[in-house]
């Protein structure tokens, strides 16, 4: 089975700045990667399908991409509600979550 | 408007069962792939298992043989029993569905917490 490996494990970030989280794949995948942000207490939300496909209504200053092994989310221009937990995804496996803070 | 809402989490002592419950309003749960995902206090998001359209389904090793996942299309609800439950099991379990392999987990339910403990 596939594993996801992502880091950093947490993030420290300020608002209006840029971020970008990685997630590496035990071995070459497809573009079947997706992104999901939590808040505390809350449901992940789908922010990116397909490794760099933004659902609609999600900002445009994520962005995914990456292929074979590696993969990012890059957040830009930081606002404050982007402060939470990003887990990458593939098939049945997780990453282990970046929390940004 | 599409929505999973989840069920009948609580409190039980290792060995026990339970039953959670994910009924989904604005689509029809059989045509689509439904997966079970659970977070332990303070960890990342763990697959635990999935019903494909056709009824197929699959688990995670560490639940294989102790859960199982049922689906009544006459009440559009997904049922997970978790029987010989461990302390390990005490997490926040989430159902979500997708379109099928490679798609994305589109659309997540609230999520019950389930607490295993003498």
């Known amino acids: 089975d596939v594993q996801m490996t992502q880091s950093p494990s947490s993030l420290s970030a300020s608002v209006g700045g840029r971020v970008t989280i990685s997630c590496r794949a035990s071995?070459?995948?497809?573009?079947?990667v997706n992104w999901y942000q939590q808040r505390p207490g809350k449901a992940p939300r789908l922010l990116i399908y397909?490794?760099?496909n933004l659902k609609s209504g999600v900002p445009s200053r994520f962005r995914g991409g990456g292929s074979g092994t590696y993969f990012t989310l890059t957040i830009t221009s930081l606002q404050p509600e982007d402060f939470a937990t990003y887990s990458c995804?593939?098939?049945?496996?997780f990453g282990q979550g970046t929390k940004l803070e | 408007e599409v929505q999973l809402e989840q069920s009948g989490g609580g409190l039980v002592h290792p060995g026990g069962s339970l039953r959670l419950s994910c009924a989904a309003s604005?689509?029809?749960?059989?045509?689509?792939?439904i997966h079970w995902v659970r977070q332990r206090p303070g960890k990342g998001l763990e697959w635990v298992s999935r019903?494909?359209?056709?009824?197929?389904?699959r688990f995670a090793d560490s639940v294989n043989g102790r859960f199982t996942i049922s689906r009544d299309d006459t009440r559009n609800t997904l049922y997970l029993q978790m029987n010989s439950l461990r302390a390990e099991d005490t997490a926040v379990y989430y159902c979500?569905?997708?379109?099928?392999?490679?798609?994305?987990?589109?659309?997540w339910g609230q999520g019950t917490l389930v607490t295993v403990s003498s």
């Open positions: 979500a569905r997708d379109e099928g392999a490679g798609t994305p987990l589109d659309f």
């Open positions: 019903i494909t359209i056709d009824g197929s389904t």
């Open positions: 397909g490794a760099s």
């Open positions: 071995q070459t995948i497809t573009n079947s």
């Open positions: 604005g689509f029809t749960l059989r045509s689509h792939w």
């Open positions: 995804q593939y098939s049945d496996s």
